[in-house]
């Protein structure tokens, strides 16, 4: 076995360690661990005597008129074409 089988059988094993079976999905997608779970993760936040800080809340942008430059007050976006499906 020479020096760059290897190191090829080392990356396949290193890629392939990061890939579920078919069928399954990664835990985080469920329970607290969910992006729009915030509610539940403070509780468990709170019973567990773990506050953790929050990420500062960023301003949002403000739209400005092509023309005259003033802010422009976002009534509705519109989705792309491409997008729509």
Known sequence: ???T???FSACVDGTFQ???PKGL???RDYGFLHG???RVLRLV???????IDPFPVRPRPV?????????????AFRRPAYLTG
Do not use: G, T
Not at 45 to 51: G, K, N, S, T
């Open 5 to 7: 089988d290897i190191m």
């Open 25 to 27: 999905r990664r835990v």
């Open 63 to 75: 739209f400005r008129c092509p023309h005259c430059k003033a802010a422009m007050k976002i009534i």
């Open 36 to 38: 729009n779970a915030k």
């Open 18 to 20: 990061h890939v579920l």
């Open 45 to 51: 936040q709170f019973v567990l005597r773990v506050m």
């Open 1 to 3: 076995m020479s020096k």
